[in-house]
């Protein structure tokens, strides 16, 4: 979903189906229909595809029907667009019957606010009290900065977070101070909120409760424990499982390993633990807190490192540690407490001799070991890792895997998605998943062969994979080890399921501004270190220029006019098509990484498109000069339609080639492989080619004339032939077309179609990019 300006004053909503809730944030609009990629999905048949949108408008919320086929309806009456506001309840497809959702206040302060924390589950979590201090009558402020009431050493924390006010009446509210990564009452963010006994107050890796007259300090140091318990994912409406009541604990400084065949919902299992997907039953308890229900005060506390390497592998080591400190960190950190932090990481990941060495200059472990690094950067307390070593040798392999035993044992929960069983016996605890997504042993790993009954691991995922009628789960259930490392080893709360999931957008640690920013510098460092990315983007427009002027000789006439115009259509749309089509693309894992902690959408689109752009605007221009300049382009009296000739046609190039950009950036957001961009390129450059009016007269022929006004180069080349009188220097049928008139109102409407055309393939890509993010950050 596109990304809007937050300028609405309208108050946040929670918006209820029969499946659960979401949080309506103004700033945000919010699409309903049966679209799994929809903010709000329906699956009914009565329901459209894409059926209508909630969105703020000024200070209340409006309901707009998107031309669905069987209607929106509010008060029992069809409506196209209706004010909506909590106690509103809009139905879908039927007046009478047809799914509805209802809407709410969003936890009004004076009569609820989040679920205390109970105490047991806090000291559980923090074990004893990092510090405590009695609770003054006045205003305490909280902070990274050294002139706080209260420093929280942690680079999360903003220079001045929040204050910890204390009422007239001897009440206390906590009140944020504009945090870049927010402040949590009792797992739920708050700007303002009253506080009261067991209420816990989350900033950072820091909580704070009120104990009496005490107000008592809990540091989360990242020794913690995670019990799951009950966990089932269905999809299909239920009728397919793909994780079955999968229960386990987990100890603090514990490696675990989760292996099994393909299919038996290891990656299912992931995106439940971490809240990317959440788990349809069941919790999963972070040291006795509800992890989906904390999930977003918690998430800040989890590192994920995805199977292909989240890096720019074109920077050093350092410089690629070093930009995403300054998109995770918050804005008011200190470049020498970023630079600090980076170090400690690279010491602790011994990658000092590395450090200034490009990333795509690493082996496949130091790479590896790299990606984790970045995840360090934020200290999570726990780590999930997806195939670390899928692709590398056996010794590399064994090399992460006790670079995972290291960071256990420095005080991290350690879980590791892998198909490798060459160094299982590093890990503290082996899960085993069956076909079905059942647990077939959770233990330890010496164990678990003889469970099983074989020698070898190749045997084992043999049986799992042919050995149907073997009920492998309820072999497990009847065990002991079950009753000893999953019964009676859990010391965790039971935390039954109280409500749905609500899918909060995560903080954004830097404005969109800041950000896209960093995104500008790192975007062109990467680029700059490409040579051979370099070498064509210069060569490129100089080739084709030099074409061009082959053909165009020192006058543009009746031979050449019309070959010299297509060939700067072609040389346009190449340029900026060829830089923009892999881009996306081959960046998609480090996107939707960056995206779920705290990346805007928005920012990360327009840093492309500005550094692309540029690029391909110099590019466009040095080859309409290489192609033109000196020429005599035969324009009528010499003049063109508002400017001389060669400026206009200079004008027209940049903006197919900028178009062209902007397409091929399209493409790079709707295909799944990098391999497939070369033949969509070679494609596009042929449709351009076909549909600019050069080959085929397009005026007057039904389809074809629709189908061209979606294609740049039509516009472009109408915009030069208008420039110079095509028609004039080559009468004929096909240069008798309305677009190539030599008048400023149509060579304005050809410019002004590949503007839209440009911003249109822009919203285009805006969305694509959000089909690609995990459900909880599509908002």
């Not at 980076?342 to 472990?365: C, K």
């Not at 859990?490 to 969109?512: A, E, I």
């Not at 259509?569 to 340029?575: A, D, F």
């Not at 752009?613 to 010499?638: C, K, M, S």
């Amino acid at each position: 979903m596109a990304e809007r300006p937050v300028s609405s004053t309208a108050p946040e909503l929670v918006l209820e189906t029969e499946s659960g809730s979401l949080v309506l944030f103004p700033g945000h609009d919010y699409h309903v229909g049966r679209d799994p990629l929809s903010d709000v999905v329906i699956d009914d048949t009565r329901v459209s595809w894409h059926h209508a949108v909630l969105r703020p408008e000024g200070d209340h919320w409006t309901v707009e029907d998107e031309h669905s086929t069987n209607g929106t309806y509010a008060d029992g009456r069809r409506i196209r667009e209706w004010g909506v506001g909590p106690g509103s309840v809009i139905r879908f497809g039927s007046p009478s019957d047809g799914p509805y959702v209802s809407l709410s206040d969003h936890r009004p302060r004076a009569v609820q606010r989040p679920t205390a924390v109970s105490m047991p589950a806090l000291t559980s979590t923090f074990k004893q009290p990092t510090s405590v201090r009695p609770m003054p009558t006045t205003t305490v402020r909280i902070g990274r900065a050294t002139d706080n009431d209260l420093v929280v050493d942690d680079l999360v924390v903003s220079r001045r977070h929040a204050e910890l006010r204390t009422l007239p009446d001897g009440g206390h509210e906590i009140l944020d101070l504009g945090s870049h990564n927010g402040t949590y009452l009792n797992g739920s963010p708050v700007t303002r909120a009253p506080l009261g006994p067991g209420d816990v107050v989350g900033i950072g890796h820091s909580a704070f409760c009120l104990v009496g007259d005490e107000l008592q300090e809990y540091v989360d140091t990242g020794e913690v424990s995670l019990d799951v318990q009950d966990l089932t994912v269905t999809v299909d409406r239920g009728r397919k499982v793909l994780l079955d009541d999968v229960s386990f604990p987990v100890g603090e400084k514990c490696l675990l390993a989760v292996v099994g065949p393909s299919g038996a919902g290891k990656s299912t299992l992931l995106n439940a633990l971490t809240g990317q997907r959440p788990a349809d039953h069941g919790t999963v308890v972070y040291d006795g807190r509800d992890l989906y229900r904390d999930y977003a005060e918690l998430r800040q506390r989890i590192g994920l490192v995805p199977q292909d390497d989240i890096l720019h592998a074109q920077l050093t080591v350092r410089a690629a540690l070093s930009y995403a400190a300054e998109l995770r960190f918050p804005q008011d950190t200190a470049k020498a407490e970023r630079r600090e932090r980076v170090q400690e990481v690279i010491r602790e990941l011994g990658l000092e001799e590395r450090a200034e060495q490009p990333v795509d200059s690493l082996s496949g472990g130091q790479r590896k070991r790299v990606s984790v690094a970045l995840e360090l950067l934020t200290k999570p307390s726990l780590l999930f890792l997806d195939e670390p070593t899928s692709g590398l040798d056996p010794g590399m392999d064994r090399s992460v895997m006790h670079m995972l035993r290291g960071l256990a044992d420095d005080g991290r929960t350690v879980i590791v998605v892998t198909h490798s069983v060459l160094s299982l016996e590093v890990c503290d605890r082996l899960l085993v998943l069956a076909p079905g997504g059942k647990v077939a042993y959770f233990g330890p790993p010496d164990d678990a062969l003889a469970f099983f009954g074989f020698e070898h691991w190749p045997e084992a995922f043999e049986a799992f994979e042919g050995d149907h009628d073997r009920d492998w789960a309820g072999e497990f259930q009847e065990s002991p080890f079950r009753r000893e490392y999953v019964v009676n080893s859990s010391d965790q709360p039971r935390l039954p399921r109280t409500g749905p999931v609500v899918l909060l957008p995560p903080p954004r640690p830097r404005s969109r501004g800041a950000q896209l920013s960093t995104l500008i510098r790192r975007y062109t460092a990467a680029l700059s270190a490409d040579r051979t990315f370099l070498a064509i983007m210069i060569a490129l427009p100089f080739i084709m220029g030099a074409m061009d002027r082959a053909l165009a000789g020192s006058k543009l006439v009746l031979d050449s006019a019309m070959d010299a115009l297509l060939i700067l259509c072609v040389g346009g749309v190449l340029t900026g098509a060829a830089n923009a089509v892999r881009e996306l693309v081959k960046e998609r894992v480090i996107y939707q990484r960056e995206r779920a902690v705290g990346l805007s959408r928005s920012a990360y689109l327009m840093s492309k498109v500005v550094v692309l752009g540029t690029i391909t605007v110099v590019q466009a221009v040095v080859l309409t000069l290489v192609a033109l300049l000196g020429v005599d382009l035969n324009a009528p009296g010499g003049k063109g339609v508002l400017m001389p000739p060669l400026l206009e046609i200079t004008v027209a190039v940049a903006m197919l080639s900028f178009a062209a950009m902007m397409l091929g950036l399209l493409v790079s957001a709707l295909v799944r492989k990098e391999e497939v961009t070369m033949p969509l390129l070679v494609l596009l450059a042929v449709v351009q080619v076909v549909f600019c009016g050069a080959l085929l007269k397009l005026d007057g022929k039904p389809v074809l004339e629709q189908l061209a006004y979606l294609v740049p180069a039509r516009w472009a080349f109408g915009a030069m032939a208008g420039t110079i009188d095509l028609a004039r220097i080559v009468p004929g049928a096909k240069t008798a077309d309305p677009l190539f008139e030599h008048s400023a109102g149509v060579w304005l409407v050809n410019m002004g179609m590949l503007v839209v055309l440009s911003v249109v393939f822009g919203f285009a890509v805006s969305r694509l990019l959000r089909r690609h993010e995990p459900v909880v950050m599509r908002k």
